[in-house]
Every structure is written in structure tokens, then in C-alpha cells.
């Protein structure tokens, strides 16, 4: 019998011909450049056995604390850049439009229309922040019946309502809808910097490699339009310490936004704001659609 | 605020230079690799957002379908080739040693040591098939004392015993160990070709790309010695019609072996075996370590 041996490039060829029949030329390709770039990895850096053991048990690790609430797997994705490298090739933006980022973990279905200037605090604490401006078209021209749905977090207990068993179940999100003039506002409050969480295998990548956890204080919001792109974005407060060092990469500079302070008193305060305040006037604009 | 848009390629120079301050050299040179290969990926194939979802899909259901018992990620890892290709690395084999193979996710610790010609079959079925040969150095010494635990498949069921609930605790498995001058012989039974596991998502990417799910019949051994580095790897049936396309590229020319057929009423027949049987005759050759 032969004593032919079998080499590291030979096991690479055989895995990449194991596709050469697939009769979806899309599968085929994404196969075959995924077997290439994960053979290229492992050969590159002489993964050892122990190495492979651990990325097995890793992976094993983000199943079994993944659940319904809990997307372990998107979270690699983010903190490992390719949430927003997906993001980026998914959806360039001309000049003016109002770039996306990440959706994050934390969006739910489900949240209620409200009214011009309502607020979507559904209990007391938070510094109240007034967000207004208008939704346009690319060309500048205002957008009536836009939507925009939006959420954040709380900075008194600095989790996302979806996190906390405690929050009311409309807590800090809602649908808004531009008036006739393409005009919005609404109540939120002051969002807050917060850490990913830090009890799975991807806290534990980041304590090893000396990475924070943080990510920069930020408003999610979708808009949307008929005849236009729906954008997916934040709106990150300009104050935040980590704008230079999101955990998800997610920071553009397009997407940072001055929070002008008002001191208690100010007779312009949105109504049933009693103490200081904070404001951001920002515009939405939409790629009209091809 | 500025408009500046942010590339794919600035998204992955971030995510690179997030692991600068790694303190492990080596996990800082996994990470980074890590980044750059799949980066690479998505870049290549432009991987849409729709993509992006199905393959979050895929790791999540890979996860919901991981047991104790079974370990759709290796299988992922064995399915693509990245399995033999760390293995390739790991066990380079000098000409003359019994060459490694896969350990595949059916070997169970706490086998019983059985005597020098024992079966480890511990039910009726099956063909009779006699092992045996020497455990030699790779001068060609024989090596007394060396261990070999060894397991298969039923061919009457199709499985391995793990993987079947009727199964004797001890079926299909046994430690054996070389005799004074090397020698070590046991009867299993004829190995058959099966399929690795078709209900997960490893068996659904094997049926879209138009792969087949067989594993050509094999023996597993882990050969080991005092003095020598162990050998994981199989035997396997020179007459499988599925040695060039095994769903796991384990197979390795020098691993190949003839099994020779006898008839019933064979008066060189293993004790206890009646009609006909089969035997293979073959050294294991262990590298001394360095």
C-alpha cells in the first residue's frame, strides 16, 4: 500500500472540489471562498489542536447562552467588525444621506404609534431630551409620512427596557410619523454609554484581549418612506468618552450629535419638563429609491 | 458635522487595530488573523445583509442542535476540512509511521482492556473479522506493552453503539495491549460505509451543494506507547466505493487495507467463528518522540 502522504494544500483542494457540483453558483461560491479564507486562516497562524479544541468549545459556549433574548452570535458578528463591514457594502450612502449603522440586539416589534412631541418615557427618572427636525428626500425636500421608529436605553438603571423585567412594556421606544411639513419631535432621555454584556464568550474575548466593553451613548432609530431606502441608524451623543472606541465599530462621524443643555426655568422646555433639559435638532434624509 | 463617509476598508482597520493592546502575542495573532481572513470573506463574496441573517440562522441552529451527545460544530469543522487540515498540521507523519487521521465525535472514554485475540462484539451480527499484526517503532522494533483502543460500527444496524440505545455498554470497543514481541490480534467485525448525521444544519448544507453524507467503512484506533507520540486514525475497507469522496477527507492512501475473505469451514477460523469471516493483517508504526 501507499505511503503517499497527504498535505495540508491536498486536504484544501479536496474540500474546495467537494462543491464543484453544486448547481447554485451562489451557494458554490460562498462555500468555496468560505473553505478558502478558513483554511487560509488556520494555515496562516499553524492553528494546533488544543487551539481547535478551544474555538469548538467557544462556539459550543455561544449556543448554549443564546436564546430567544440573547444573540451571542450577533454579538461576535459586531464586535469582530462584521456587523458594520456588511453594513457598509450593504448600504453606501451618497453624500448628505443620513448613513445607517448596526440595529443592534435591542430593537422590538411592536412598538405603538405616538403623537407629535409624546413622550416615550413611561416612568420618572432620566434627563429629558427633546429630539426634533425634519425627515427629507436626498434633494432636501421634506417627506410627509415618514415613520421613525425609535428606542434606547435608560440611564437610570443603563440597560434597554427589553433588559430589564421591571421596565413598563412601551418603555422608550415608539413610532413617530412626520407631519404635512416633514416635521417630527418627541420626549426621550438623555441616553447613556453601556457595556455589551460581559457573561458570555464574547466578554471573555474582550477581558483577554485588553478590549473595553463600552459602547457611546446613542438614539436608535429606523426611517422609513414610501419611495425611499429605509435607513437604519444611531444618533450618538457628541459627549460620550468612547465615540473613538465603540465596541461594535459602529461610530460614524456623520451620526454624532451635539445635545444642547437648557437650565431648569427655560420657558421654551417641551411641555411637563420642569428641571434642565436637553435638546437635538437634527434632519433624517432618505435615498429616494432607484 | 462632517459628512465623511466611512469604507468597508476603514471598518476592518479599526476592528484589526482594536486588538493592538492584546497582551498574549499569540491570542493578539489569532484575533487578528481572524479579522482579516473573514473580513476578507465578506469582502470577496460581498456578503449581502440577507446572507449575513441566513449564516446568524445557521450558527444559532447549529448550537440548538448540539448535545453531549452530538457536535454539529465539529461536524461543520470535519464537513469543510478544517478538521484533517489541523490534523495535516498537527501530525506531520515521517514515511513508515501509521499516518493520523480524524478522531470523529464517536469515541467514548472507559473502555474495557479485553485479552490478546478478544471480540468486542457483544451481540450476535455482523461478519466476523480478524485484526491483528504488531505495533512496531519506526526502526521496525516491535514495541511490547503498547496500547490500542479500538471502536466501530455495527454493520447490522448502521450505527455506532453510542448511537444506539439497544447497544451492550461495551460493544464495538476494547483496549488491547501488544504482547511481549509486539503482537496484538482481536475480533471485530466488518466495517460498513454510513452517513455522518442528514437532520442538522451540516446535512442541510451537504444536501443544497449536491455532496453526499457517506463516510467509506473504517476501524478507529488510537495507538500509544511509552516513548512514542500517539496515532489517532482509522483502518479502512479497501473495497468502500466511497474512499475518494469521504464527506470528511479522512482518507489517506497509506490507511487503506485489504480485507481478505475466507470461506466457511475454514480451519484457520478465530474460535467461536463458524461461517465465513475476513481478517487484516497490519503493523501500526509509532514516531519515537523527539
Chains 1, 2 share one sequence.
Not at 453594513?87 to 405603538?112: C, K, Q, R, Y
Amino acid at each position: 500500500m501507499s505511503q503517499q502522504t497527504v498535505t495540508p494544500a491536498d486536504i484544501t483542494a479536496r474540500a474546495l472540489a467537494s462543491f464543484d457540483a453544486c448547481e447554485s453558483p451562489r451557494l458554490k461560491e460562498l462555500l468555496q471562498a468560505l473553505v478558502r479564507h478558513l483554511h487560509a486562516f488556520a494555515t496562516e497562524v499553524e492553528l494546533t489542536q488544543a487551539e481547535w479544541e478551544q474555538a469548538i468549545g467557544i462556539l459550543t459556549a455561544t449556543g448554549d447562552i443564546t436564546t430567544d433574548q440573547r444573540q451571542e452570535f450577533i454579538l461576535w458578528s459586531d464586535t469582530l467588525g462584521l456587523s458594520m463591514l456588511v453594513d457598509a457594502m450593504a448600504n453606501p450612502s451618497p453624500p448628505g444621506a443620513t448613513e445607517s449603522t448596526v440595529l443592534g440586539p435591542f430593537h422590538i416589534d411592536g412598538s405603538i404609534p405616538r403623537t407629535y412631541g409624546e413622550s416615550i418615557a413611561e416612568r420618572p427618572g432620566g434627563s429629558p431630551t427633546w429630539f426634533s427636525g425634519h425627515v427629507r428626500s436626498l434633494d432636501g425636500s421634506p417627506i410627509a409620512g415618514a415613520r421613525l421608529d425609535v428606542w434606547q436605553n435608560d440611564e437610570t438603571v443603563n440597560l434597554y427596557p427589553v433588559q430589564d423585567p421591571d421596565a413598563p412594556e412601551q418603555h422608550l421606544r415608539g413610532l413617530f410619523e412626520t407631519r404635512d411639513d416633514g416635521s417630527y419631535a418627541f420626549l426621550a432621555l438623555r441616553p447613556t454609554d453601556y457595556t455589551i454584556p460581559e457573561d458570555g464568550p464574547v466578554g471573555a474575548m474582550i477581558a483577554a484581549t485588553g478590549r473595553h466593553a463600552w459602547r457611546p451613548a446613542h438614539l436608535h432609530l429606523i426611517a422609513s418612506a414610501p419611495g425611499h431606502r429605509s435607513v437604519v441608524t444611531h444618533f450618538f451623543d457628541a459627549r460620550s468618552p468612547h465615540l473613538d472606541s465603540d465596541v461594535v465599530f459602529a461610530v460614524k462621524p456623520s451620526l454624532v450629535r451635539p445635545l444642547v443643555h437648557h437650565p431648569a426655568g427655560d420657558p421654551d422646555a417641551p411641555p411637563g419638563v420642569d428641571g434642565e433639559w436637553w435638546s437635538c435638532e437634527t434632519d433624517v434624509v432618505l435615498v429616494p429609491e432607484a
